[in-house]
C-alpha cells in the first residue's frame, strides 16, 4: 500500500482538506449505522411485541427507557432521512462530522460519500471493529497483524472496493468483561495508529478499573495516547480521580450524549446514566477549572433512530442550538466553546507523521 504523508490533514469521505478548514465540529456521531449488537430479545410477550413495533411518537416512552431493545430504533439506514438531519447541523454553522461506525456497527461508506455530496458537510468515516459481540467470526484466527493491515487498507486505499478512505480508527469497542479478541483488535488498532498516524477512538468497558485497564493496554502497545480519545465518560459516570487519570495519561476525554431524551437503564449490569445537559457541563467546568480545558472533546453520539428530530429528539444540531447558548449563560468563555467546538476536534481529528 502506499504510504501517503497525511501529516497536518484531516481525510474524509471525498478526500483531504486541511485541518484549519474543519469549523465546528461533533467529534462523535453515526449517520448510517446498526446498533442491533446490543438488542437483547425480551422474555415477555407484551415486550416481544413492543420490540418489533416501528417507532413512532405512540411508542416513544417504551422506547426512551429501552433503548436497544427495539429493532426498528437501532437501525438508521435511510441515505435521505440522514442528509436532511444532517442539514440541520449544517444550516446552523456546523461543518464536520465524524461518523465513526466502525465493522460490527454496519458502516456504509458509499452512503456517507453521498451525504457528503448533498449536504457539503466533511464527513470523516471510522475503521476497524465495534464490540466483541459484533465481531465478524474470521477475526478470532486473524493476527494482530493482519487486523492492523486491514485497517491500514481502509485508511490508505478504501473500504473494500469503494475507494472511500476512513480517516480514524474507530470507534473500537470493548465490553465488560473485556474479551480476548477486545484486546487483539485494541493492541492491532495500535499498529495501524503508528503507521498511519491516525486518530484512535475508543468505545470503552462500562467499568472504571477496566477502563483504566484499556488506557495501559494501549500504552503498553506503544499508542499516541495525545492523539486518543475514551468515549462515554459522562453516561458511563466514571469516577472523578478515572476522569483525571485518563486525561494525565494524554488521552481525550469524550463526552457524549448531549440532548438524549433516554431514561436511565441497565446496561451489562450497571445503570447507564443519563443526565441533562446542565450535569455533563457542570462536569467540563470542573474539569477546566482543574486545567484539562485541552483534553475535552463533546458530541450528540446519536445512533438510534429517537435521537432524530423525525421522531421527536434533538438531532445533530442540538449544541449548536441549544448547548452553547447556555455554555455561555454558564459563563463558559468564548475562547472556552471555541476550544471545545473547533481547537480540540481540529487537534484531534488531523493525521500525525507516523511513528513506526
Excluded at 26 to 48: D, N, V
Aim: proline share 4%.
Amino acid at each position: 500500500m502506499k504510504q501517503t504523508d497525511l501529516a497536518g490533514k484531516v481525510q474524509t469521505v471525498l478526500g483531504e482538506v486541511d485541518a484549519d478548514s474543519l469549523g465546528i465540529t461533533l467529534f462523535h456521531e453515526h449517520l448510517l449505522a446498526s446498533m442491533s449488537a446490543w438488542y437483547e430479545e425480551p422474555a415477555e410477550a407484551g415486550e416481544k411485541g413492543m420490540a418489533r413495533q416501528p417507532v413512532s411518537t405512540e411508542n416513544l416512552w417504551w422506547i426512551r427507557a429501552h433503548r436497544p431493545g427495539n429493532l426498528d430504533n437501532c437501525q438508521l439506514a435511510d441515505e435521505q432521512t440522514a442528509i436532511k438531519e444532517a442539514m440541520q447541523f449544517k444550516v446552523n454553522g456546523g461543518s464536520t462530522i465524524a461518523e465513526v461506525s466502525s465493522i460490527g456497527l454496519a458502516r456504509d461508506p458509499l452512503g456517507l460519500k453521498h451525504i457528503a455530496l448533498a449536504t457539503g458537510l466533511n464527513i470523516i468515516m471510522g475503521s476497524g471493529y465495534y464490540i466483541g459481540a459484533s465481531h465478524p467470526p474470521e477475526l478470532n484466527t486473524m493476527t494482530e497483524d493482519e487486523i492492523a493491515d486491514g485497517i491500514i487498507r481502509n485508511i490508505m486505499v478504501g473500504a473494500g472496493d469503494t475507494g472511500v478512505k476512513a480517516g480514524i480508527i474507530g470507534e473500537i469497542g470493548c465490553s465488560r468483561p473485556l474479551q480476548e479478541g477486545e484486546r487483539k483488535v485494541l493492541r492491532a488498532s495500535v499498529k495501524a495508529q503508528r503507521q498511519t498516524g491516525a486518530p484512535l477512538m475508543i468505545h470503552p468497558a462500562f467499568d472504571d478499573n477496566i477502563t483504566l485497564e484499556i488506557v495501559d493496554i494501549l500504552g503498553e502497545a506503544g499508542a499516541d495516547l495525545g492523539h486518543t480519545v475514551i468515549c462515554h465518560v459522562n453516561v458511563y459516570a466514571f469516577k472523578p480521580e478515572t476522569l483525571r487519570k485518563i486525561a494525565d495519561a494524554g488521552c481525550y476525554l469524550g463526552y457524549e450524549g448531549f440532548g438524549n431524551l433516554g431514561y436511565p437503564h441497565m446496561l451489562q449490569g450497571r445503570l447507564l446514566e443519563h443526565r441533562c445537559d446542565l450535569d455533563y457541563l457542570d462536569a467540563i467546568a470542573g474539569l477546566i477549572a482543574d486545567g484539562y480545558l485541552d483534553h475535552i472533546l463533546i458530541a450528540h453520539d446519536i445512533c438510534f433512530k429517537d435521537f432524530l428530530t423525525v421522531y421527536g429528539g434533538n438531532g445533530y444540531a442540538h449544541i449548536i442550538r441549544n448547548v452553547m447558548p447556555v455554555m455561555r449563560v454558564r459563563e463558559f468563555s468564548e475562547e472556552q466553546i471555541q476550544a471545545i467546538m473547533v481547537e480540540n476536534p481540529k487537534r484531534y481529528l488531523q493525521f500525525m507523521r507516523p511513528i513506526g
